[in-house]
């Protein structure tokens, strides 16, 4: 007869019941559970020779369908055996850590039973976690077809720890180490990424497709902490969808934008991403983007055709007339992008694996109509997407999953040590080649934000004004001090009152001798205000001495346009001109931006003219307030100009007009 008994991780094993391991791993046929050996048709537990679990963990398995559960113990985040999974999820990170089980599939066959199990294990009362491949889809409709998968290390279709309820953390574990990446190189070079553009376009015109999304991968060497990298990742683009997973051979680093599915209860929401932009350097350019994106013809056509898809989809599991487009056309704004999405919802009744039946893969990764543009990408790309473009979640009690559009996703093979990062666009009749190209270079700017040589980590730093407060008469432009403040809070979304910055304000000058004092308002990411003063000191005796800084700025560095905490671009320009009072600074093209502490105003012409911001420069409180009454104007100025006008001066809202000379 069948043995039933206890097994190791707290699973019981039937002699012939399909349902009693549905909540862990699933069952075809009847087996025989011995110590030491497996039985050909069924489920066993070998047990290992006794040592530290995380050198060789116990293993559960059926020998027909490499479905298999791993049982871990404890160990450090990072320990390989011990697998870990991370979400952000509502402005907090869940934190799975030792799995009860850890379920597989291999092949398409196995897909939608390791799948309800998993979800089986969420009407226990636990937790499942994990991700379902973009090769998985032929598993839910034979008809989508995809490139095969190496077989070298090859990828579960489907993957997901059981668990028990998640710690929620405000913040992220930090990690232990460190890790290095080479530089990626795209594994489609640009003329083949072109190429296959113009032959998609020849499937438009036939009429054999609508869309096709068609991507490519970039690889890396890579050594190190994964976790590391992953948060470097999402620094740079964090969001509701972030997510982590490691095994032990693999870690999946997620910085995905875009949600394919949420459920929570009978309310199921998609949120397709469609339409991409570059972020702009100021609050003022982001919104010129943001309206640029919202009214582009493309672009809308683009987002529309993937709504209906979705709407489709969705279709087959909802309650009859539930299906609703809740919001049309949306921006959102990620650390180095812009992106449009749309929200559709409806209510159901069906479980997470009949909601992957009817909508996976997300339109958005594949095109219109589904089939057939599944046919076209397996032809034209050159390998297979894995994790890519598939989706990560996680399932909880209580009818609640999220799991995202795996976007922004990188896979670091943790025996190979490489790293595998996806990238593409959707491609429509319309589209431009060699536009579609550089969209796939913006998408990738996080990812080499993250990962380049010497990056260092993100800069933490505070928004900053300096403002002058006077006996008698307060503080100086503050209205326009809280403005910029405003503006630089929503670019960075940092939460910022201008109410709360007046109270704190007043509060502080309700404390201060009748002095002149240079007052500093900072407010943190968390959004905290503080306040800190000093006694304004006599000026300076004759002019500034300015000498030209030894090297030049980049204009594209997003911290010369706000005024932070994070100075080193200022202090390693003060450091190389030891002696002078100040250093004149300049972009790339030899165009003069501001000084340290200031901006620049020259006497040309017998006009006063100082650098447009787009040269690279903060735009001071003065400066705009002495623009607004005509007393200046803008202009590009050179090193040249510098040394042939009449008169220089240093500006700022404390000092006002500060006469300088060039002097180095």
């Not at 009407?123 to 989508?144: H, I, N, Q, T």
Request: hydrophobic content about 40%; aromatic content about 8%; overall charge positive.
């Amino acid at each position: 007869m069948p043995r039933s008994g206890p097994i190791p991780c707290g699973l019981r094993m039937g002699s012939s019941s399909r349902s009693s391991l549905r909540s862990f791993v699933f069952a075809r046929s009847t087996g025989i559970v011995s110590q030491g050996h497996v039985s050909p048709t069924g489920y066993a537990i070998r047990p290992f020779p006794k040592r530290r679990i995380r050198d060789k963990p116990d293993v559960l398995w059926h020998t027909g369908c490499h479905a298999q559960a791993q049982i871990l113990g404890c160990g450090a985040l990072m320990d390989r055996h011990v697998h870990i999974a991370l979400f952000r999820f509502r402005d907090r990170w869940l934190i799975f850590r030792r799995p009860m089980a850890v379920l597989t599939a291999s092949s398409c066959a196995d897909v939608p039973d390791v799948l309800e199990a998993a979800a089986s294990a969420t009407r226990s009362g636990r937790w499942a976690a994990g991700w379902v491949a973009y090769e998985a889809a032929p598993a839910f409709d034979p008809a989508l077809m995809v490139r095969s998968v190496d077989g070298r290390r090859r990828l579960p279709l489907v993957w997901f720890g059981i668990y028990n309820r998640p710690v929620e953390a405000s913040v992220p574990p930090q990690p232990s180490g460190r890790f290095q990446a080479g530089p990626w190189r795209p594994a489609t070079s640009r003329a083949r990424y072109i190429r296959a553009v113009c032959a998609i376009r020849e499937l438009l015109a036939a009429g054999d497709t609508y869309q096709v999304n068609y991507t490519t991968r970039l690889r890396t060497g890579f050594r190190g902490d994964p976790y590391a990298f992953f948060l470097r990742l999402v620094a740079g683009q964090m969001s509701d969808q972030c997510a982590f997973i490691l095994t032990d051979t693999r870690a999946v680093c997620s910085a995905s934008p875009e949600l394919f599915i949420e459920l929570e209860g009978a309310r199921l929401m998609s949120r397709p991403m469609k339409g991409t932009a570059p972020r702009g350097l100021t609050w003022q350019q982001d919104v010129e983007h943001a309206a640029s994106l919202r009214l582009s013809e493309k672009n809308r056509a683009e987002n529309v055709m993937i709504v209906d898809m979705i709407r489709n989809d969705m279709g087959r599991v909802a309650e009859p007339g539930t299906v609703k487009v809740a919001r049309l056309f949306d921006i959102e704004r990620y650390r180095t992008v812009l992106q449009m999405t749309s929200t559709v919802e409806c209510r159901t009744r069906a479980p997470v694996p009949e909601i992957f039946k009817a909508m996976f893969p997300c339109a958005s990764v594949t095109g219109a109509p589904k089939v057939k543009t599944m046919q076209i990408i397996s032809e034209l790309e050159t390998s297979a997407r894995g994790i890519y473009t598939g989706s990560v979640g996680f399932m909880a009690p209580g009818r609640m999953a999220r799991f995202n559009v795996a976007i922004r996703t990188a896979v670091v093979d943790l025996v190979g040590g490489r790293a595998e990062y996806g990238v593409g666009g959707g491609i429509v009749w319309d589209s431009d080649a060699e536009e579609e190209y550089r969209e796939c270079l913006i998408k990738a700017r996080v990812l080499h934000a993250s990962t380049a040589p010497g990056t260092p980590e993100p800069p933490r730093f505070e928004l900053l004004e300096t403002i002058l407060w006077r006996p008698g008469r307060g503080y100086y432009l503050l209205e326009s001090h809280l403005r910029r403040m405003r503006d630089s809070a929503l670019y960075f979304q940092m939460t910022f009152s201008a109410e709360k910055a007046r109270l704190s304000l007043k509060r502080a000058a309700s404390r201060w001798r009748r002095r002149a004092r240079r007052v500093r308002l900072l407010l943190d990411a968390a959004g905290r205000l503080r306040v800190e003063s000093a006694v304004l000191s006599q000026p300076q005796h004759g002019p500034w001495r300015l000498a030209p800084a030894a090297e030049p700025v980049n204009a594209a560095d997003v911290f010369l346009y706000h005024k932070t905490t994070n100075r080193g671009v200022y202090e390693r320009a003060a450091r190389g001109r030891p002696g002078f009072d100040d250093v004149v600074l300049y972009n790339e093209r030899g165009e003069i931006t501001e000084t340290t502490i200031g901006n620049i105003v020259a006497e040309l012409n017998g006009r006063l003219l100082t650098p447009p911001v787009r040269c690279g420069l903060l735009a001071g409180v003065y400066r705009g307030h002495l623009i607004r009454k005509g007393i200046i104007g803008e202009e590009a100025l050179t090193l040249e100009d510098l040394k042939r006008a009449r008169k220089l001066w240093v500006i700022n809202s404390v000092r006002k007009w500060m006469p300088a000379e060039l002097a180095g």
